[in-house]
């Protein structure tokens, strides 16, 4: 049986083997156990994606939330987008995600089995990168300390300004979103 491992968003929320009904889909979770382990992406996360000319153009701030379906070998079979990134940075998300090999989630016992993870892809402002750090191609842990879109005013006086996406993913989109499936 497939375990739906809504990271963050609905973990705390239901007690293990419990059905719970989200917008039309009946999610049972099952990470509640000493020993369970999550599907995991064996390279490092902070590599920073590559970036759309017209990501770069606009110097956005995104982020892309997608549901993954990875099998018992951490390989991602399919995907279903929960948030799309905008800025022509939809083909490069699909060619991130289906390129990222994981490492399978685990059971209690320790043994790995398919499963279904919620996902993010954030593309930092390229050029505060560059400011900043000169290269673009990793995240540094000071991005978390950049203030949200919508959380007031800038500090002007600061080099490059920028907002952060810190949007969250949009469960309501399981219903409707197609899956698309990794390409053969």
């Known amino acids: 049986m497939r375990a739906l491992l809504v990271v963050a968003v609905l973990a705390s929320t239901a007690s ?18 000493p020993g369970y382990k999550l599907a ?14 017209e990501a770069i153009e606009r110097d956005a701030w995104t982020r892309a939330w997608m549901l993954l379906d990875i099998d018992d070998h951490g390989v991602v079979q399919r995907m279903k987008w929960l948030k799309k990134p905008g800025y022509d940075l939809e083909k490069i998300a699909i060619a991130r995600v289906f390129g990222t090999a994981f490492e399978p989630a685990r059971d209690g016992l320790g043994r ?15 050029w505060w ?30 080099a490059h300004p920028v907002y952060r996406d810190c949007s969250v993913p949009d469960l309501t989109k399981l219903d409707v979103e197609p899956w698309v499936v990794r390409p053969r």
């Not at 293990?16 to 156990?33: F, K, L, W």
């Not at 673009?136 to 300390?145: C, E, H, W």
């Open 112 to 126: 790995a089995q398919s499963s279904m993870l919620v996902f993010p892809i954030e593309w930092p402002s390229y």
């Open 16 to 33: 293990a083997d419990e059905p719970r009904n989200v917008r039309g889909e009946t999610i049972i979770i099952r990470e509640h156990g």
């Open 129 to 158: 990168l560059v400011t900043h750090y000169g290269v673009t191609t990793r995240i540094p842990v000071s991005a978390g300390s950049v203030p949200c879109r919508g959380d007031g005013p800038l500090n002007l006086d600061h």
């Open 40 to 53: 995991t992406p064996k390279k490092d996360p902070r590599i920073a994606p590559k970036y759309s000319d």
